[in-house]
């Protein structure tokens, strides 16, 4: 096709395609196993896909309200009350989102003005920073300390200004498995108080966390969640990523900003995969036992490779470990992971990407929401390198 010639200024001029993509791509041409981006590959519950079945032949294949279903809605106010103790009202403080990922672009793009600074944490997912350039803000990065990955409040009151509009929170958190601690928020609630800022809380982990540690959501601290928006994921609570149903929690008159946005951006979600979940979370025992789960998956996977010449970096939760691997090679990650696809068949996703610096720790992460066979699989070959 012949390419328009007219003066094309991209709003991203330093934005590639993802890493996730790149290395999955790479995974198949090379048919290696991949470990490199965060969807499992076991199969989901079959009594959900028949719930799912049942509300398409029941007709709900039409468009859903504009903030979601209203079961769900329901169901998900249920669930946060009894896990967190916290009270958001259904109709107007919880919105269904087209996955976390819409829910994060949605909720920068209704508050973050062209020039307001957005502190980010990194390594971080590699969405929030081109949602806040792409809607005119301004990152201030702010660099978790290596190897264990928590926040530096030597420097982070440094970072904030007249300017800051909001701070974008991850816990359990991606890529690193680190999270956050009670004192971690308190010493946020105080460091922000009297300040005109905002939160973004990214929790789509928030039931795959390890070692009997309780997720800190911000839900349960009411100063810090009178002025936050918190992101969750029925792609990750059911393992259903393809589906790309989340949610978002806010007091009603951020949600009012939220959704006019919202509307605009994807109006509404799948209406029979709705349904299906509201009808699904009434049983607890559907979620509740995904730290146990995961925690079996993280302790095989690192059993299975302890023997190896990588390093283990604690993972508390998430999907996802981290492997230090100086004792095998000097090489940068990028290049290293690159190698593990095209010689050793195996993926994984370099942790540098995290870093708008690319910052080389030399640290690849791998997913273990895999099925025993494949954790075999990948083990055998890491071991042999």
């Not at 995974?27 to 799912?52: C, H, M, T, W, Y």
């Not at 009297?194 to 911000?218: K, M, Q």
């Amino acid at each position: 096709m012949k390419k328009y010639q007219g003066n094309l200024i991209s709003k991203l001029p330093q934005t590639g395609t993802s890493i996730f993509a790149v290395m999955t791509r790479m995974a198949k041409e090379r048919e290696a196993i991949n470990l490199s981006q965060g969807f499992p590959d076991f199969p989901i519950q079959g009594s959900l896909i028949d719930l799912v079945t049942k509300y398409m032949k029941l007709g709900y294949n039409q468009y859903a309200p504009m903030e979601g279903v209203p079961e769900l809605r329901e169901m998900i106010a249920h669930k946060v009350k009894k896990t967190y103790h916290a009270t958001y009202n259904p109709e107007k403080e919880i919105t269904i989102t087209a996955g976390a990922t819409q829910a994060i672009y949605t909720a920068i793009s209704a508050f973050v003005r062209d020039e307001d600074e957005v502190i980010v944490f990194e390594p971080a997912y590699d969405s929030y920073a081109p949602s806040v350039k792409v809607n005119g803000g301004m990152i201030k990065y702010s660099e978790l300390i290596y190897p264990d990955y928590h926040i530096d409040w030597e420097k982070l009151p440094q970072l904030i200004s007249s300017r800051t509009k909001m701070i974008i929170l991850n816990s359990p958190h991606n890529p690193t498995g680190a999270v956050i601690k009670p004192e971690d928020l308190q010493r946020l609630e105080k460091l922000i108080q009297n300040r005109d800022i905002l939160i973004l809380s990214d929790e789509v982990y928030e039931h795959i966390i390890f070692e009997g540690i309780r997720h800190e959501s911000i839900c349960l601290y009411p100063e810090l969640a009178a002025r936050t928006l918190v992101v969750g994921s029925f792609g990750k609570i059911f393992q259903t990523t393809g589906w790309k149903i989340g949610f978002i929690l806010a007091p009603e008159n951020l949600m009012a900003e939220f959704r006019k946005v919202h509307q605009f951006v994807v109006f509404t979600c799948n209406s029979p995969v709705q349904y299906a979940f509201a009808e699904f979370l009434k049983d607890e025992n559907n979620y509740k036992h995904l730290a146990e789960f995961f925690q079996a998956k993280r302790n095989y996977f690192t059993e299975l490779i302890s023997a190896g010449r990588f390093e283990i970096i604690p993972s508390y939760g998430t999907y996802f470990q981290l492997l230090n691997y100086e004792k095998i090679t000097g090489e940068k990650d990028k290049l290293f992971a690159e190698r593990l696809i095209n010689e050793n068949g195996i993926a994984s996703i370099p942790v540098s990407s995290f870093y708008h610096d690319q910052k080389d720790n030399k640290v690849l992460r791998f997913c273990f929401a895999k099925a025993d066979e494949t954790l075999e699989k990948a083990a055998n070959i890491l071991c042999k390198i």
